[in-house]
C-alpha cells in the first residue's frame, strides 16, 4: 500500500534561517506531488506541484522554494525564513490520471519566531 | 474566480446528535467535490469523492450530497460521536489540463458529550 511520510511534525525557526521540509512517498512510481500551506483560519493554498523528477512548477511567488531530487522525494526549502513563512504545511500526492487519489501527508507545524 | 465557501464557520453539537454541514461553489470547468476531515494539526484524510454525475456518497455515518445546477454540496453526520470533533473541508476540482484543487475554508465541528 502507498504511504506518504512527511517531517519534521513541528519546527519553530528563526527569522533569517533556512528551511527544508521533506516529504517521501512509498509504494507508488511516478506519483504527482505537491506542497499546500494552511495559514490559521484559511484554506489550503497550493505552492508548488511536481509531475516528475527535476520538474517543479510554482503556484505564487514567495520566498519558498521546492525540488524534486528522486521520484517519490519532494523538498520544501528557503535560504532565509520570514515570519510570513509561519504555517501548516502540507505534502500530498496522487498518482497521474487518477482524479480522485489524493492523500495527504501528516503535516508540518512551522513557527517562525 | 473559482472559490469554495463552507457554513457554519464553526458548530457545537451535543453527542448522538445530527448535523449538516454546507458548501457552494463557483469552481468551472468542475471535476470532482471532496469532502476531507482534518484533525486538529494533522493532514486531512478524504471522506467521500463525488463526480458531476453522482448526487449523493456515504462513508458509514458521513452521507455526502451534490447539486451540480445550484453548485451546492452538503455533508450530513449522524449520530455523532466526540472522535468527530475536527475541521471538514469541502474541496473541489477543476481540469485545466493539470487538476487542481479549490479548498474551502473549513467547517469547525466540536461535538460535546
Known amino acids: 500500500s502507498q504511504t506518504i511520510h512527511q517531517w519534521p511534525a513541528t519546527l519553530v525557526q528563526p527569522v533569517g534561517s533556512p528551511l527544508s521540509l521533506e516529504c517521501t512517498v512509498e509504494?507508488?512510481?511516478?506519483?504527482?506531488l505537491y506542497w499546500y500551506r494552511q495559514a490559521a483560519g484559511r484554506g489550503l493554498q497550493l505552492l508548488f506541484y511536481?509531475?516528475?523528477?527535476?520538474?517543479i512548477s510554482s503556484e505564487v511567488p514567495q520566498n519558498l522554494s521546492a525540488s524534486r531530487p528522486q521520484d517519490r522525494q519532494f523538498i520544501l526549502s528557503s535560504k532565509k525564513l520570514l515570519l510570513s513563512d509561519s504555517g501548516f504545511y502540507l505534502c500530498?500526492?496522487?498518482?497521474?490520471?487518477?482524479?480522485?487519489?489524493?492523500?495527504f501527508g501528516s503535516g508540518t507545524r512551522l513557527t517562525v519566531v | 474566480k473559482n472559490q469554495v465557501e463552507q457554513s457554519p464557520q464553526s458548530l457545537i453539537i451535543l453527542e448522538g446528535k445530527n448535523c449538516t454541514l454546507q458548501?457552494?461553489?463557483?469552481?468551472?470547468?468542475?471535476?470532482?467535490l471532496r469532502w476531507y476531515k482534518q484533525d486538529t494539526g494533522r493532514g486531512p484524510v478524504s471522506l467521500t469523492i463525488?463526480?458531476?454525475?453522482?448526487n449523493t456518497k456515504s462513508n458509514g455515518r458521513y452521507t455526502a450530497t451534490l447539486d451540480a445546477d445550484t453548485k451546492q454540496s452538503s455533508l450530513h453526520i449522524t449520530a455523532s460521536q466526540l472522535s468527530d470533533s475536527a475541521s471538514y473541508i469541502c474541496?473541489?476540482?477543476?481540469?485545466?489540463?493539470?487538476?487542481?484543487?479549490?479548498f474551502g475554508t473549513g467547517t469547525r465541528l466540536l461535538v460535546s458529550p
Open positions: 500530498a500526492w496522487r498518482s497521474p490520471g487518477d482524479g480522485y487519489g489524493y492523500t
Open positions: 509504494g507508488t512510481s511516478n506519483p504527482n
Open positions: 511536481s509531475v516528475g523528477i527535476g520538474q
Open positions: 458548501c457552494n461553489y463557483t469552481v468551472s470547468p468542475f471535476s470532482n
Open positions: 463525488m463526480t458531476f454525475s453522482e
Open positions: 474541496v473541489v476540482s477543476w481540469n485545466t489540463g493539470f487538476q487542481k484543487l479549490v
